[in-house]
């Protein structure tokens, strides 16, 4: 996500200037589908400087979100694009939106992929993705075409959080 | 792109008087014109602060906008020369919406005039237009002897919600009752203010409401503003709340106010934006010397209503909200037909609406395809504004 395109020009993003994380804020919620869907949890979760968020499964697919970072600074969510189940991605593409009363943000994936569900409950309720951006709020499960993820740049948790503090 | 936007510049940024008032209630800021305005106040979304407006009283800071003063024996030629309001059919402590025009009869930008005194005339611009607005201002000045142009700055608060009225009322002497939609008053208010203040009955969010403007110049007149400011919310922190430039935007376009730079430029002449009104019939047929800029390109355009193939008009859609830009086309030939100027999902209807330039053939009620993020979305020509105004008339 959050290569924030300014569509409006009336207001600048406040992003970053209001949004002030502590440490340890960005864990996948363990009682969602995301945590629960193979019975040992994620082998791993990983960030974008986009904001966007990967858990990786055994099966070597992912869950795909937006941080809580970023649905704070987005605002109640008005409207989430999805992709259809089957569509496939190049690392990098977008594979939908998510829009607030103001702003439209793309989410970008960050590894090539099949989609293999889409998180349809947002269409109807898209304030979800602010109610628990790091579970329930799920956007697309992926199958990676390459589970090495050779060549793909993600952030730890760590890292993630440390780039906040500096931005 | 989340790090791209951050402005380092904050410290440049200037801060209106009601500063402290803000950061009391939690104001998140953004850089607006040149000022470090609120977006949102905490506890309150940008759809909770919508709603609120709609609902009960909502305190908009608004002195970032640009007041002048326009005194002196030609104060009405020059008004009249950079506007086409009428003056002369404006009662004293009236006001109207209006328009400054260049040569071409293009918005330079939109503005409120109130007839103070038959020698006296206030004026409202936008902060975003500032500088160019004082440009063209003082080259308009220059071909005048006898005016007397000051712009000043002071606390601007828009008081605005159905029960804007009753909550001024516990403050004011002054019996708003008597005070209609476009009217201004100058008297005191309650102890918390020594001078005197200037209420208008108006605003930019279709609900009923005033505008205060109360002098800010000196230490003391800043505290008191604020003190005011903080006693309206303290006192009934369950009707009014502080709200930000996110909902003054979102109020705005269900209301079909314009925006400009988005909904209205120095391209676009008052006929094509739909604003024919703001032309009395008054100021349509008139010698040289009274002409106002643009005069027979805009009289043109109303003559001949062919000669204007597009005009400004509403449109509703589903999916992802239209945006400034959205190219719309018709949904039977594909023809390109026009543009959005500005779009968001209505919090009080639920769907989305914009304010868009289309082609005069396209009727309210037309199917149309709205062009967002690469694929047509369905939407309808819809008349303004979608939300009627609630004006104390």
């Known amino acids: 996500m959050f290569r924030f395109t300014q569509l409006n020009r009336f207001i600048a993003r406040p992003v970053g200037q209001f949004v002030r994380m502590n440490s340890t804020n960005h864990k996948i919620n363990t009682e969602s589908f995301v945590f629960k869907y193979l019975q040992e949890g994620p082998k791993a979760v990983k960030f974008t400087s986009e904001h966007e968020w990967l858990a990786l499964h055994e099966d070597d697919t992912g869950f795909l979100g937006i941080t809580k970072y970023a649905s704070e600074a987005l605002g109640d969510a008005t409207f989430i694009e999805l992709p259809e189940v089957g569509d496939k991605f190049e690392a990098g593409e977008s594979i939908g939106s998510v829009e607030s009363v103001k702003s439209a943000s793309e989410i970008y994936l960050p590894v090539g992929g099949e989609v293999v569900a889409i998180n349809d409950v947002l269409e109807s309720n898209p304030q979800l993705i602010n109610e628990d951006p790091m579970g329930e709020g799920w956007i697309i499960q992926v199958k990676l075409n390459d589970p090495s993820l050779e060549g793909v740049e993600l952030l730890s948790e760590e890292e993630y959080e440390s780039s906040l503090h500096e931005a | 792109m989340l790090r791209t936007v951050r402005h380092n510049?904050?410290?440049?940024?200037?801060?209106?008087?009601?500063?402290?008032?803000?950061?009391?209630?939690?104001?998140?800021?953004?850089?607006?014109?040149?000022?470090?305005?609120?977006?949102?106040?905490?506890?309150?979304?940008?759809?909770?602060?919508?709603?609120?407006?709609?609902?009960?009283?909502?305190?908009?800071?608004?002195?970032?906008?640009?007041?002048?003063?326009?005194?002196?024996?030609?104060?009405?030629?020059?008004?009249?020369?950079?506007?086409?309001?009428?003056?002369?059919?404006?009662?004293?402590?009236?006001?109207?919406?209006?328009?400054?025009?260049?040569?071409?009869?293009?918005?330079?930008?939109?503005?409120?005039?109130?007839?103070?005194?038959?020698?006296?005339?206030?004026?409202?611009?936008?902060?975003?237009?500032?500088?160019?607005?004082?440009?063209?201002?003082?080259?308009?000045?220059?071909?005048?002897?006898?005016?007397?142009?000051?712009?000043?700055?002071?606390?601007?608060?828009?008081?605005?919600?159905?029960?804007?009225?009753?909550?001024?009322?516990?403050?004011?002497?002054?019996?708003?009752?008597?005070?209609?939609?476009?009217?201004?008053?100058?008297?005191?208010?309650?102890?918390?203010?020594?001078?005197?203040?200037?209420?208008?009955?108006?605003?930019?969010?279709?609900?009923?409401?005033?505008?205060?403007?109360?002098?800010?110049?000196?230490?003391?007149?800043?505290?008191?503003?604020?003190?005011?400011?903080?006693?309206?919310?303290?006192?009934?922190?369950?009707?009014?709340?502080?709200?930000?430039?996110?909902?003054?935007?979102?109020?705005?376009?269900?209301?079909?106010?314009?925006?400009?730079?988005?909904?209205?430029?120095?391209?676009?002449?008052?006929?094509?934006?739909?604003?024919?009104?703001?032309?009395?019939?008054?100021?349509?047929?008139?010698?040289?010397?009274?002409?106002?800029?643009?005069?027979?390109?805009?009289?043109?355009?109303?003559?001949?209503?062919?000669?204007?193939?597009?005009?400004?008009?509403?449109?509703?859609?589903?999916?992802?909200?239209?945006r400034s830009g959205s190219k719309i086309f018709d949904t039977q030939s594909g023809e390109e037909v026009g543009v959005v100027t500005s779009g968001l999902l209505s919090p009080i209807l639920g769907h989305n609406v914009g304010q868009a330039y289309i082609d005069k053939k396209v009727k309210i009620g037309a199917s149309v395809d709205v062009e967002v993020r690469g694929k047509k979305r369905p939407g309808i020509v819809a008349k303004l504004p979608f939300i009627q105004n609630n004006f104390y008339k």
Request: hydrophobic share 35%; aromatic share 8%; with cysteine.
């Open chain 2, 9 to 322: 510049s904050t410290s440049f940024l200037i801060r209106t008087p009601l500063y402290k008032s803000h950061v009391k209630y939690g104001a998140k800021f953004v850089p607006y014109a040149g000022f470090e305005m609120p977006i949102l106040y905490k506890g309150l979304s940008h759809i909770d602060s919508h709603k609120w407006v709609r609902s009960k009283v909502g305190l908009f800071d608004v002195s970032h906008m640009l007041q002048h003063t326009f005194t002196g024996r030609y104060a009405v030629s020059v008004l009249q020369k950079m506007t086409p309001i009428d003056l002369s059919g404006l009662s004293p402590n009236t006001s109207s919406l209006s328009v400054l025009l260049n040569e071409t009869g293009g918005i330079i930008d939109d503005c409120i005039i109130t007839k103070v005194t038959e020698g006296e005339y206030y004026m409202v611009t936008n902060a975003g237009c500032r500088e160019k607005d004082l440009a063209f201002i003082n080259s308009t000045l220059a071909d005048y002897d006898d005016v007397n142009h000051s712009i000043f700055e002071s606390t601007l608060l828009a008081i605005q919600g159905p029960k804007a009225a009753e909550i001024l009322s516990k403050y004011s002497s002054y019996d708003l009752s008597k005070l209609k939609f476009g009217a201004m008053v100058r008297t005191g208010i309650n102890s918390l203010i020594s001078s005197q203040i200037q209420i208008s009955r108006t605003g930019y969010t279709g609900e009923d409401g005033f505008e205060l403007s109360i002098p800010s110049s000196s230490k003391d007149e800043i505290q008191e503003s604020n003190e005011f400011f903080q006693s309206l919310v303290d006192e009934q922190p369950d009707v009014v709340q502080p709200i930000g430039l996110a909902a003054r935007d979102s109020l705005r376009l269900e209301a079909g106010m314009c925006l400009y730079g988005n909904d209205l430029t120095e391209e676009i002449t008052p006929v094509e934006a739909s604003l024919t009104w703001l032309i009395p019939k008054t100021r349509r047929n008139v010698t040289d010397s009274q002409k106002f800029n643009g005069y027979d390109r805009i009289i043109q355009q109303i003559n001949d209503k062919k000669s204007v193939p597009r005009r400004r008009i509403g449109i509703t859609t589903t999916g992802p909200a239209p």
